[in-house]
């Protein structure tokens, strides 16, 4: 078999060979990349990283010194600072070695010393298309990443977490295992989470309590006023009344006049097992 390379006829041994000098081009004489490992040509390895077992670097995607990334696929565009550990081992105790992946979306942006460990039971650890994820912030175990999601400084998920599209995660937040983050949240910095997060909502405090609307999240996503009027009329009646939450999520279902988020988030409380982030009490 012959191809064409800039307008020459050479052989598929030789267009292989073209291939490998192109990486090795964009990949600094101190890296490790290991023989299992596919790595796109336009892909950039810079000095002292190790790309180690079963990894997939596509196209475009940068990598800065000191990273070790294994058993991960590192999709298009996504950009890795230095001192990044993507795929290392889950701190789980009944982790037994078992073949599983980190998978990084498109788009991502992920700063200095982030580690995201790949999954255990559920077999992978995924994060969504244009994430950006702050310098020391930490992604454990078969947790579930939804797109544009922005993590900030040390914010932290342990095992199992989901979060949904566009959550903002503020700086020093931690988030309890097997918690749900809803659509558009907001977690002010240093929250701790135990319970599930409605999506459209703010929490914020220790242990994590709504304090109202992400109006500004739902605007900024081209949320019209309308529907946003809804989306606050809905919360005040599941969070602010004093019916009990199952009789407010009924009264809402029957008056039917709700636009889909609404309906969403009701779905969203209804299928909580962890229970759901309530207002502050009254002193």
Known sequence: MFVLVEGEEVSSKQKVEVESQKVQQNVHHTAII??????????KIGPYTIIGPECV???????????????AVIKKNTRIFDSVCIGTLPQDIKFKGEKTLAVIGENCVIREFVTIHRGTVTKITSVGNNCYLMAYSHIAHDCKVGN???????????????IEDGVNIGGLVAIHQYTR????????????????????????GDRAELRG??????????????????????????????????????????????????????????????????????K
């Open 34 to 43: 290991h023989p299992t490992a596919v790595v796109h040509p336009t892909a």
């Open 57 to 71: 670097l596509e196209e475009n995607v940068q990598v800065g010194s000191y990273c070790r990334i294994e058993y």
């Open 148 to 162: 544009d999601v922005i993590i900030a400084n040390c914010g932290t998920l342990a095992g199992h977490v989901n």
């Open 181 to 204: 983050v809803g659509k558009l949240a907001m977690l002010g910095g240093g929250a701790m989470v135990s319970k599930d997060v409605p999506p459209y909502v703010i929490v914020t």
């Open 213 to 282: 609307v992400n109006i500004i999240g739902l605007k900024r996503k081209g949320f019209n006023r309308e529907k946003i009027k809804k989306i606050k009329e809905a919360y005040k009646k599941l969070f602010r009344s004093k019916l009990p939450l199952s009789e407010a999520i009924k009264k809402i279902e029957t008056e039917n006049n709700y636009p889909e988020e609404v309906k969403y988030m009701i779905e969203f409380i209804k299928n909580s097992k962890r229970g759901i982030c309530r207002v502050p009490r009254k």
